[in-house]
C-alpha cells in the first residue's frame, strides 16, 4: 500500500505556500478569455450559475437562446460550490441524467445486464466517463470537439474526468453526430478547457473529506514572451487526489493529473500545443483472506455482509475481489494536442486541430470472485441475518463462492484529427454562415488476456481452498492478444444563418460517416522441455512462454473459405473487408416571439458504429441509429432575472442489440460440420428427435413404446430401466398419432405436473441418449441450438425543465426535471432457421421449437420460420433500469454586506424517482422475469454547503467551501416483495447501495 500520509505532506507544502506572494487576485469566473475565433467559447461573462453562450449544435459562439437545442452550462462557480471533481459528480444535479446504471458491471449481481449493443459500457469506476442521457448511455464526453477517451465494445478507457482543467461543463441533449461524430445516441457532455491568459494569474486548494479524501490543486497562467508579431502564453494545472471507494469495502484510489498549455497568438492566428497526464492507481491494501489453505474467518462489512454478498439482484458495492495477492489497476494516459486557428480574411476562418492519446494498464483482479444463493436460500425469512457460519435451512450447499485470476494489461492509442473552414458573410438582409468540415478518428487497441485459472463452487462454510493455480506460483498464463483498430471519417457540411434581424436561426447539416474495423487475434506460443510447443492448459508457466504468433486461421472467414458459417472477413477486416458509410442528417430552428419567448424544433441523427457483431446468421449488424424530434421553448423574463427551457423529445434508436437466449441460432448448428467446434452436436443429415417424458407417453396410451431407428434396425427406447424418456422422431409425426399427441402435450404443458413425478413435463431438448452406436448422446434438433443477438428498434420520450431565478442580487435559485419513458417499439428480429448449405434442408424449425414455447405460436404468421415473429408480445414493453422521473434544486445566498459579508450558504435536494430493478425480459423468454424484483422507490438526496470568500490583502483572496451530500443518510435500501408460484410463495428482493452521508471541506487562494 502506498504511503498516503506521506504523500498528502509533500503535496500540501509544495502548493501551499504558493498563496504568499503579493500578486493581484481575481476571481476565476471573472477571468477575461481573450475571444480567438467564432469557435472558441467565452466564458468571461459566466455570472455566478448561470451561462448565456455556447457553441453546440453550430459550432460557433452563439446565445443559447438562439440554439435550437437544450443546452445545459455548468458554470465553473457551480462545479466549484458543489464540491465536484470529476464528471459523474459535476452532472448530479442535472436532471434526465444518470451518471451509474444497475446493469454496469459494478452493480453486483444484476440479472438483466443483456444489453449488447455496440454503444453499451461496463465501467463503473468513479471517475469513468459514463453517462446516461434520456435513456442512451455514452463512454465518452468532448474536450475541444474531440472525443476524450476510449470505448471498445463495454470497455471505456482514457483520461480522467478531472474537472481542473476546465472552466465550463456543457451538456446538449439529444443526438449529436453532425459536428461531433459517433458515439452519442442521446446527448453529449462537453469540456470547456481553461486557456492560457496574458496576465499573470496563480490559484492553490486544498480539500479533504469523508472516505479520507484528500485533493490538492495548483494553476498557474499568464504570458512569457513577445515573439513576432504576437505573444505567448502559459498554463499549468496540477490536481493531486486520494479516495477511498464508499462503493467497494477495502479498495481506494489515487489519481495525479497535469495540463501544461503554451499559446502563441496574434489578430489574425492562434497556435496551441497542450499536454495532458493522468494517472490513477487503485488497490485493495491487503489480503483481505488467504485461501491458500489458511483457515482464516471471512470478516463482514459495515452491513453485517460478508464481502462480495451478492443480494438477489443489486446489492451495489459493498464487497472486493478476495484473494491471496493484492489486486490493483494502474492506468496511465498521455494526451497531446496541437491546434493552430487563423483567419483568412473577415468571415472566413480556418481551424485544425490534432490530438494523440496513449493509454496504458496494468492490473491484477480476481474478475469472477463472488457469492451465490441457491435453491431455497432465496427464500430465506426477512429475519435472517447472513454470516459466515450460517447454513440455509440446515443446507450448507445452500451458498458458495467462486474466484477467476485476471492479469490483462492492455494499451490504446488513439489520433484524431479535424479541420474546419467556416465562411460567414450577409445576403438578402441575413447572415449566412457556411460550416465544412473532416474528422478523422483512428483507434488501436491491444487487449491482452492473462488469465482463466477458475475455481469451482465452494460451499460457504468449507475450509478447504480454492481450486485455482496461484498466481504467486506463475501458473497465471498469457492466452494471446488481439489487435484491434477502428478507422473513422466524417465528412460534414452545416448551414447556420439568421433571418429577419436575427429573429430566425435556422441550423441544417448532413455528416457522411464511414468507419472499417480490423480485427487481428494473437495466440500464445508454449513450449515444453523439450522445446515441444503445448498449448496452455492451466499446467503452464511463466517461464514457458515465448511471445505472440497471428492466427492466422481467422484472416478470412465466411462464405467460400474454410469456416463457411462466420461472418464474411476479408484480411481480418470485418464486413467483408468493406468500409461501412452511414449518413445522418439534422435540421433545427428557432423563433424569437418576443423579449420573452423563443420557440425551437429540431430533427437530428445520432450514430454508433457496429464493431462486427453477429446475428444468429452469421450476418453483421448494421450501426445503431438514433433520430429525435423535439421541440421546446426557452424564455428570460422579468428584466432577466428569470430564465429557462422547457422540451419535449422523441428519439427512436434502431439496430439496439439484446442477447436473447431463446433466440434461433442457425449458425451454431453447423458449426460442428464446417469447423469442428460446435457448441452442440445437431446432425442436420439425421433425423430430428425431442425427448418426452415416459410418464406423459404412458398416460397418453399405456405401453407404448416410440419407434426411433438406432441405425442398425433396433429401438433406441425400450420399455424398462430406469431411463425418464422416449424419444420420438419429428419426420415419423404423421404415421404416429400417439407420438404426435404426446409431443404437443409435453409442448403445451410446461409448467403442469404428473402425478407421483416432481419435476415439470416439457419437453427436454437436452436430454441424454445413446444414439447411433454411441454417436451422439443428445437429442437432435436445432432447438439445442438457441440464444443469440437479436436487434430491435425502441423508441424515448420525455419532458425537460430547466428554470433559473435570480430573485434578488443575493439569491439564485435553480430547478431542474426530466420525465422520461422507454419502451420497446419493434419487436426482436429472429433470423430463420435456413440450412445455406445444403439443399434439401431449407428449413430446419418446426412447430415444438424453444422460440416458439417461449414467444407463443400465436405470434408467428410461419411457425417453420422464425423471422415472422411479428413482435407484438414486446411492443411497450423497456429494457430500461433507468428512473422514470429527476428533479433537483439548488439555491444560493450570497450575503454582500454587513458582518456576514462574503458568506455563501446553499442547500440542495435531488429527488430520483423509482427505477426498476428487472428488465421486462431477461436473457430467457418473454416470461423469465414472471416475478421481478421490486423497484427501488424514491430516492431523495438533501444537500447543504456554506462557503466563504474574503480579501486578505489587496492581491490575496481566500475562498472557504463545505458541502454535505446525503444529509439524511439513506444508504441502504431494500425492497422486497413475494408472489404465489406454482410451488407457493416466492420472495424476491432488491437491494441498493447509495453514498452515504459525506463532506469535503476546501480552503483556496487565488493572487
Not at 478476495?322 to 493552430?340: A, C, I, N, W, Y
Not at 465562411?423 to 454562415?433: E, K, V
Not at 453477429?614 to 450501426?623: L, V
Amino acid at each position: 500500500m502506498k504511503d498516503v500520509t506521506l504523500s498528502r505532506l509533500l503535496v500540501g507544502l509544495l502548493l501551499l505556500p504558493l498563496a504568499m506572494p503579493a500578486l493581484w487576485a481575481q476571481d476565476d469566473e471573472d477571468e477575461d478569455v481573450l475571444q480567438l475565433s467564432p469557435f472558441v467559447v467565452d466564458v468571461s461573462q459566466d455570472d455566478g450559475y448561470l451561462a448565456n453562450n455556447s457553441a453546440f449544435g453550430t459550432r460557433l459562439d452563439t446565445n443559447i437562446r438562439d440554439i435550437p437545442l437544450a443546452v445545459e452550462s455548468l458554470t465553473r462557480q457551480f462545479i466549484d460550490d458543489i464540491g465536484a471533481t470529476n464528471l459523474k459528480e459535476t452532472l448530479e444535479f442535472s436532471a434526465g441524467i444518470t451518471t451509474t446504471d444497475f446493469n454496469l458491471a459494478g452493480f453486483a449481481g444484476s440479472t438483466n445486464n443483456n444489453d449488447f449493443s455496440p454503444s453499451r459500457v461496463a465501467n463503473g469506476r468513479n471517475d469513468s466517463s459514463v453517462v446516461t442521457i434520456r435513456g442512451f448511455t455514452t463512454g465518452t464526453y468532448l474536450r475541444r470537439n474531440l472525443r476524450a477517451g476510449f470505448q471498445f465494445d463495454i470497455t471505456v478507457v482514457g483520461a480522467l474526468t478531472d474537472v481542473a482543467g476546465i472552466s465550463r461543463a456543457e451538456v446538449a441533449r439529444g443526438p449529436q453526430a453532425l459536428l461531433y461524430g459517433v458515439s452519442f445516441l442521446g446527448g453529449v457532455v462537453n469540456y470547456v478547457p481553461k486557456e492560457p491568459l496574458y496576465e499573470n494569474r496563480y490559484s492553490t486548494r486544498v480539500s479533504f473529506g469523508s472516505d479520507n479524501f484528500f485533493r490538492a490543486e495548483f494553476d498557474a497562467t499568464g504570458p512569457l514572451a513577445e515573439i513576432g508579431n504576437g505573444e505567448l502564453a502559459y498554463r499549468a494545472v496540477y490536481a493531486y487526489e486520494e479516495r477511498d471507494d464508499w462503493e467497494f469495502d477495502f479498495r481506494n484510489s489515487e489519481s495525479h493529473f497535469f495540463l501544461g498549455q503554451l499559446a502563441w497568438q496574434n489578430d489574425k492566428t492562434r497556435l496551441l500545443a497542450e499536454y495532458i497526464r493522468s494517472d490513477w492507481f487503485q488497490q485493495s491494501p491487503d489480503s483481505i483472506v488467504d485461501f491458500r489453505g489458511d483457515d482464516d474467518i471471512l470478516p463482514l462489512d459495515e452491513f453485517g455482509n460478508v464481502p462480495l454478498w451478492y443480494e438477489e439482484n443489486l446489492g451495489l458495492g459493498h464487497g472486493f475481489n478476495l484473494s491471496g495477492s493484492d489486486p490493483f489497476e494502474d492506468q496511465q494516459t498521455d494526451t497531446f494536442v496541437f491546434s493552430v486557428t487563423h483567419e483568412v480574411f473577415e468571415g472566413l476562418n480556418v481551424s485544425a486541430i490534432t490530438q494523440i492519446d496513449n493509454v496504458e494498464i496494468e492490473r491484477l483482479y480476481t474478475s469472477r470472485g463472488r457469492w451465490r444463493l441457491r435453491g431455497q436460500a432465496r427464500n430465506a425469512p426477512d429475519d435472517f441475518v447472513l454470516n459466515y457460519t450460517n447454513q440455509f435451512n440446515g443446507n450448507s450447499e445452500e451458498a458458495g463462492y467462486q474466484f477467476q485470476w485476471n492479469d490483462d494489461p492492455f494499451e490504446a492509442e488513439s489520433i484524431q484529427s479535424r479541420i474546419d473552414i467556416s465562411y460567414q458573410f450577409d445576403a438578402l438582409g441575413a447572415t449566412h454562415n457556411f460550416i465544412a468540415g473532416w474528422l478523422y478518428d483512428e483507434q488501436k487497441l491491444e487487449r491482452f488476456s492473462k488469465h482463466n485459472n477458475r475455481g469451482s463452487w465452494v460451499n460457504l462454510n468449507s475450509s478447504s481452498p480454492l481450486s485455482f493455480s496461484d498466481y504467486d506460483d506463475g501458473h497465471i498464463e498469457w492466452r494471446g492478444y488481439t489487435d484491434d483498430t477502428r478507422y473513422q471519417d466524417n465528412l460534414y457540411l452545416v448551414y447556420n444563418s439568421k433571418w429577419f434581424e436575427d429573429r430566425l436561426n435556422i441550423v441544417a447539416g448532413l455528416n457522411y460517416n464511414r468507419y472499417k474495423v480490423r480485427s487481428i487475434p494473437h495466440n500464445a506460443i508454449y513450449v515444453n522441455d523439450n522445446g515441444d510447443r503445448v498449448n496452455p492448459n492451466g499446467n503452464v508457466t511463466e517461464a514457458q512462454f515465448r511471445g505472440f504468433e497471428v492466427n492466422e486461421a481467422l484472416r478470412n472467414e465466411g462464405p467460400g473459405t474454410d469456416r463457411p458459417n462466420r461472418a464474411p472477413v476479408v484480411d481480418f477486416v470485418r464486413f467483408g473487408g468493406d468500409a461501412p458509410t452511414e449518413t445522418t442528417p439534422t435540421i433545427g430552428a428557432s423563433w424569437r416571439i418576443n423579449d420573452t419567448f423563443t420557440v425551437y424544433a429540431v430533427s437530428a441523427g445520432g450514430l454508433f458504429p457496429n464493431p462486427g457483431q453477429r446475428d444468429g446468421r452469421s450476418q453483421n449488424f448494421d450501426a445503431e441509429k438514433t433520430q429525435s424530434y423535439e421541440i421546446g421553448m426557452k424564455f428570460e423574463a422579468m428584466e432577466g432575472k428569470l430564465s429557462g427551457e422547457i422540451a419535449a423529445y422523441q428519439i427512436e434508436r434502431e439496430n439496439a442489440i439484446w442477447f436473447y437466449s431463446q433466440a434461433p441460432a442457425p449458425r451454431n448448428n453447423f458449426d460442428q460440420l464446417f469447423s469442428g467446434s460446435g457448441r452442440n452436436n445437431f446432425d442436420p443429415t439425421q433425423p430430428r428427435t425431442y425427448a418426452v417424458r415416459k410418464d406423459l407417453v404412458d398416460n397418453i396410451q399405456a405401453g407404448y413404446v416410440p419407434f426411433v431407428n438406432d441405425g442398425s434396425g433396433g429401438n433406441v427406447n425400450h420399455d424398462g430401466g430406469n431411463d425418464t424418456y422416449y424419444l420420438i422422431n419429428y419426420e415419423e409425426l404423421a404415421n404416429n398419432p400417439v407420438e404426435a399427441q404426446a409431443l404437443e402435450a409435453a409442448f403445451q404443458e410446461q409448467f403442469a405436473r404428473l402425478p407421483g413425478t416432481s419435476g415439470p413435463v416439457p419437453l427436454d431438448y437436452n436430454e441424454n441418449f445413446d444414439l447411433l452406436g454411441g454417436g451422439r448422446l443428445e437429442t437432435n434438433n436445432p432447438s439445442e441450438s438457441r440464444g443469440s443477438d437479436v436487434s430491435f428498434t425502441e423508441e424515448s420520450r420525455g419532458v425537460e425543465l430547466l428554470l433559473n431565478y435570480k430573485a434578488t442580487e443575493n439569491l439564485d435559485l435553480i430547478f431542474r426535471g426530466s420525465v422520461q419513458e422507454k419502451e420497446i417499439k419493434e419487436g426482436f428480429a429472429l433470423e430463420p432457421h435456413i440450412d445455406p448449405f445444403r439443399e434439401n434442408q431449407a428449413n430446419l424449425a418446426t412447430e415444438f421449437d424453444t422460440w416458439l414455447l417461449a414467444l407463443g405460436r400465436e405470434n408467428f404468421t410461419d411457425v417453420t420460420d422464425p423471422s415472422t415473429f411479428n413482435g407484438d408480445i414486446l411492443e411497450g414493453l423497456s429494457l430500461s433500469t433507468e428512473p422514470d422521473w429527476q428533479f433537483s434544486f439548488i439555491s444560493r445566498y450570497v450575503f454582500r454586506e454587513g458582518p456576514l459579508a462574503g458568506l455563501n450558504i446553499r442547500p440542495g435536494l435531488i429527488v430520483t424517482g423509482p427505477r426498476p430493478t428487472t428488465t421486462a425480459i431477461g436473457g430467457g423468454n418473454a416470461t423469465s422475469n414472471a416475478f421481478p424484483t421490486p423497484d427501488m422507490p424514491t430516492f431523495y438526496d438533501l444537500r447543504f454547503g456554506i462557503g466563504y470568500r474574503t480579501e486578505l490583502s489587496e492581491k490575496v483572496t481566500m475562498r472557504l467551501n463545505f458541502s454535505v451530500n446525503n444529509l439524511l443518510d439513506e444508504n441502504r435500501v431494500e425492497e422486497a416483495v413475494t408472489y404465489q408460484g406454482p410451488d407457493g410463495p416466492i420472495r424476491r428482493n432488491a437491494f441498493v447501495y447509495y453514498r452515504p452521508l459525506t463532506f469535503r471541506f476546501t480552503c483556496g487562494f487565488d493572487f
